[in-house]
């Protein structure tokens, strides 16, 4: 079904609650395994049809903030999500306390179990107004975000589309439009700091109030990081510092010599050849014929995704005013349709958007029709693997976006991939610095980021910039105040993306046939697990960094 064909209608929280305290009850009441299975079937049917609407409302609020129907259901979700999570959570509790479970098991996996347990341990009702005021602020940073209207080149810009200014050929061009960014966040210094420091006292309060020491805890619960904990994640960032920024500074003082500048700054990072960055050609509308030539010719299953996926309009791409920055892959599961939504700018970014979210839905699609919808999705970093691993898997089929200009857009594509890396790292640390003291300032944040620039980062100025030369480049951030502690998900999968990009320049054939072994298990397998499925190496694991280092450096130049 098309998506503009799928209806919506506000999904009735005190009756689907009701409806899950009657599961509940019959799984209590259950005589064998068989009738704790039919349990099951009615909750998947049950939250499918509840977790749709929401989906929809969430993308068509994206679509459009603007929209004060769908900014009302989008504010009705959010109040009422933790509802709904005290029902659900008796029923999964009801569910790892039956006698049955050892037979259920068998059926389902030992991890969806595991999983439970630590999902479990993040809510109970004495939190629910708790986390009802968290979503509260977390919507109100995507409305101020993208409420953006910024008067550049003659225009009125959200911030997605003031990107292709940023890594345009002049450097007054470039420079303008980060200090045209930095002034709009710089104007609402004061709301960003303050719906921040609320958010690390309610998630603070929320943690306590659980049993937790921190809310850093409480995070690695939320992401459900079931096979490695916060020391290895610092072992991790540690081997980034050792392994990777001395070979990203060295990248960086080579890329400063190409451009022609003495001094690398902000607004010349993302800028690597002198006569410009290679931008797709035409017209998003070609960028999507592309994607469609190139997912067609990748593999026999790519070819019946992409077509699905454009038959049945599931993507939203194109940035205009209103829409939600950013860009992301979510589900419809009653339609066993992914949905793709990000903000083309006539950037890099446009290929890499639709590669990297068109690799989430891809996984999606291919494990549809998994008989348990608890084992469809892994944890966010394997998540995170199938979409980066997607963008190098692109790389054969560049010429159809950049024509004779794709082999420097490879080797922008991998400089960026691997620079990402250290900052991603930032993101984190700074992130267990604030969690794990939550009585900072907002002045002390800052000063912390600034901190963290210099150790990441060292190669690279901010002076001279009010916004980012503060300290608050964090602000922009938005999985910071969205989605804590998701970003080194993004780390440890540009590391396994990195080592499929690899394997794929001395054996293509070989690297997709990995990539489908990691991709077909779903979230039957820990991350760790589908690492050794696929047979590439664990982030964690002694020198997997010094590896990609090495080739990066190589490959770059």
């Known amino acids: 079904m098309k998506f503009s064909e799928m209806k919506y209608e506000r999904a009735d929280v005190l009756s689907v609650c009701k409806e899950y305290e009657e599961l509940t009850g019959?799984?209590?009441?259950?005589?064998?395994?068989?009738?704790?299975?039919?349990?099951?079937a009615k909750h998947e049917k049950l939250s499918s049809a509840f977790e749709t609407m929401a989906s929809l409302a969430y993308v068509r609020h994206s679509i459009n903030t603007l929209d004060p129907y769908y900014d009302k259901e989008n504010e009705y979700y959010d109040e009422n999500y933790p509802v709904l999570q005290e029902k659900t959570n008796a029923f999964m509790r009801a569910l790892l306390e039956s006698p049955f479970r050892p037979d259920v098991e068998k059926q389902m996996g030992g991890l969806v179990f595991k999983n439970l347990e630590m999902e479990l341990k993040t809510f109970s009702p004495e939190v629910i107004s708790d986390l009802q005021a968290e979503n509260k602020l977390v919507s109100e940073y995507q409305k101020l975000v993208a409420s953006a209207e910024i008067d550049f080149d003659g225009k009125k810009l959200n911030i997605s589309q003031l990107g292709v200014y940023k890594t345009d050929r002049n450097r007054?061009?470039?420079?303008?439009?980060?200090?045209?960014?930095?002034?709009?966040?710089?104007?609402?210094?004061?709301?960003l700091d303050r719906i921040f420091d609320d958010l690390v006292k309610v998630r603070t309060k929320i943690a306590k109030k659980l049993g937790f020491n921190s809310f850093t805890e409480l995070a690695y619960c939320r992401r459900t990081r079931n096979c490695y904990d916060a020391?290895?994640?610092?072992?991790?960032?540690?081997?980034?510092?050792?392994?990777?920024v001395p070979v990203v500074c060295r990248i960086k003082e080579e890329q400063a010599?190409?451009?022609?500048?003495?001094r690398l700054y902000l607004y010349d990072e993302a800028f690597f050849y002198p006569e410009g960055n290679p931008r797709p050609l035409g017209t998003p509308d070609d960028i999507l014929a592309a994607g469609k030539r190139m997912y067609e010719e990748m593999s026999d299953e790519t070819a019946e995704f992409i077509?699905?996926?454009?038959?049945?309009?599931?993507?939203?791409?194109?940035?205009?005013?209103?829409?939600?920055?950013?860009?992301?892959?979510?589900?419809?599961?009653?339609?066993?349709?992914?949905?793709?939504?990000?903000?083309?700018?006539?950037t890099s970014g446009d290929v890499e958007v639709l590669t990297h979210e068109a690799g989430h839905a891809f996984a999606d699609y291919t494990v549809r029709n998994f008989p348990f919808r608890e084992t469809t999705q892994p944890t966010m970093e394997a998540c995170e693997t199938h979409s980066m691993s997607m963008e190098f898997l692109a790389w054969p089929w560049l010429g159809l976006y950049y024509g004779d200009k794709a082999e420097r857009a490879k080797t922008a594509h991998l400089a960026d991939s691997f620079v990402f890396i250290p900052y991603g790292c930032m993101v984190d640390e700074f992130q267990h610095i604030v969690y794990d003291d939550p009585t900072l300032t907002p002045a002390q944040r800052h000063e912390a980021w600034d901190e963290l620039e210099k150790q990441y980062r060292p190669y690279l100025s901010r002076e001279g910039m009010s916004f980012y030369g503060a300290g608050?480049?964090?602000?922009?951030q938005l999985h910071i105040y969205?989605?804590?502690?998701?970003?080194?998900?993004?780390?440890?999968?540009q590391t396994n993306a990195l080592n499929v990009w690899q394997l794929s320049l001395r054996d293509y054939k070989d690297a997709w046939e990995r990539y489908m072994r990691f991709v077909r298990q779903g979230g039957r397998m820990t991350f760790v697990g589908l690492c050794k499925e696929a047979g590439i190496p664990s982030p964690f694991e002694e020198g997997a960094l010094r590896d990609?280092?090495?080739?990066?450096?190589?490959?770059i130049g």
């Open 482 to 493: 969205h989605y804590p502690f998701y970003y080194i998900d993004y780390c440890l999968a």
């Open 548 to 555: 990609i280092a090495k080739a990066a450096r190589e490959y």
């Open 257 to 262: 010599k190409r451009i022609g500048v003495d």
């Open 307 to 346: 077509n699905f996926m454009y038959d049945n309009e599931l993507l939203d791409v194109v940035a205009k005013k209103g829409k939600a920055v950013g860009g992301y892959c979510t589900s419809l599961p009653d339609y066993k349709a992914p949905f793709i939504f990000s903000n083309f700018n006539g």
């Open 472 to 476: 608050r480049g964090w602000q922009r």
């Open 231 to 244: 020391k290895d994640v610092k072992v991790f960032r540690d081997s980034v510092k050792r392994d990777i």
């Open 26 to 40: 019959k799984l209590n009441c259950a005589k064998t395994a068989e009738e704790v299975m039919e349990v099951i």
């Open 172 to 191: 007054e061009t470039r420079k303008a439009a980060f200090g045209a960014e930095g002034d709009f966040y710089m104007s609402h210094a004061e709301e």
